[in-house]
């Protein structure tokens, strides 16, 4: 009752915020490689690059919103400090003159080995962190960015299936290494038999000459 | 008679050479498909005089490194040349080059290349003076991309002032001069934005205004024509295209809370047309 009572009759004035300097958020992004395929035994690269022509700098901290389940994805680097001077490459943008440098990343995807191929879909979020206010509404742009992977079988489950019998990636490397076994034990064999002949010449040789000097 | 002849073309032939550099575009650079970017080289006159020299574009058509002069036919491709008289070859505007003397020679030039392919371009200087040596700049790498993902917000904050409690329909004070812009750049691809928020709360009073106070209009400056914002995202505009500006308006209205500072975030997002809402 007095907690209602103080906040009804509170009489002064209270401050949402209290802000410094307002900035403007310049966001810019792309993407080099929106479609790509994938093994389902390899894993691939996307490149992205970040830029920021604005002075005031920020942080981006890149996380999975969507992905198949069990895809394993990587990104290089998942959080960096963007402003217009920070990049490993450039960005030539229509709507400035200024040299803006832009941040390049990497995301490695690898698929489920039980994904079976078909199309999926990627959603990658890019988070924008601000320097915080102490008070105030923050305004915070975010991102959304959507790869559409293309899942083929991999090559090794492909030449299995074209000899009619399929194999999973494990049973394969069984069958190289039984393989392996096999051609090893062929080599010492013709190892052994070509040691049996050398034999058999120097035995030979060897008689000949005793005939040789007794005669 | 083999030591005069070397004499001779020591005398003639090294005593004046080109220093030549690419100012830009830098290396590497990305460049939007259809968009233009400036190709700039100076050339310094060393050693004596240069007669007339002249600069020549070039990218890498049929080796790894630029042996063709750039287009100068509209549409042609991976590159040509944008410019009311294009010419590949140009000569410096201070022809001849005296001893020390140097010029800058700029295209602008048109990458129409495909998406995702990657072209080194670089400038060759040379002379009239057929004894002296023709140079080339070291090559920039242009990589020709699709649209981008491209915004900005001309405000980072809403800041009402000081308001009082149960007071209802406060307008954020940038409303009138329409400062909580959002702009998709030139050379984004079109986008869909959208909007959602968080509670306003004060940590030491542990008191909170609940996000539906603050409302929102993507269309005008008055108060009945805004929505409630919520944690759920919803969008501000669709397909909205390059070079467009979406302002947006914001009132608060404020419940019987204690007094005090009271913080939350508005979030903004941009996704390319046809992809998945966030």
Known sequence: MVKVLLKTLVLFL??????????AINVGSVVKNEFVEILSEESVKISMLFWNIEEESYTVKLSVK?????????FDPSEFVLNKSI????????????????????VFVKADTNSKP?????VIRAETKLPQKVNGINVVPERLFEFEIDLKESAVTNRIENGNSVLSFGKEFDLKFEEAKIINSNIKELKNKDNFYIFVMFLVLSVLIIIYKKS | MFYIVNFVWIVFAQESWLEVSLELPDDPTNVVQNRTFTVNATVYCRGGDCNNVYGTVRYNFTSPNPDTPVNITQGEKPFFIQEATPLSMKSCPSNPLIADEFCNITWIINATGDINTNWKVGVLFNSSNIGIQDNHTKNSTMSILSCTLDFSLKWDSIDFESLGPSTTKNAAPGNLDKKYNISVNDGSCNLDLYINGTDLTNTT???KISVGNLTW?????????SYNLSYTIVPIKIDVPQSTNVTTWYWLNVPPVYAGHYNGTIFIYGVKNGESPP
């Not at chain 1, 209270?14 to 900035?23: E, M, T």
């Not at chain 1, 990049?87 to 990497?106: H, M, Q, R, S």
């Not at chain 1, 078909?118 to 990627?122: A, E, M, P, Q, T």
Request: glycine share 4%.
């Open chain 2, 217 to 225: 209009s993507n269309t005008t400056d008055d108060y009945s024509t």
């Open chain 1, 87 to 106: 990049g490993e490459e450039y960005i030539d943008l229509p709507y400035t003159d200024e040299k803006i440098k832009a941040k390049a990343v990497n």
């Open chain 1, 118 to 122: 078909g199309k999926y879909f990627i």
């Open chain 1, 66 to 74: 969507d992905a198949p389940k069990n895809w394993l994805i990587i």
């Open chain 1, 14 to 23: 209270f401050f949402i915020l209290l802000s410094s300097a307002v900035y």
């Open chain 2, 205 to 207: 009073l542990n008191s």
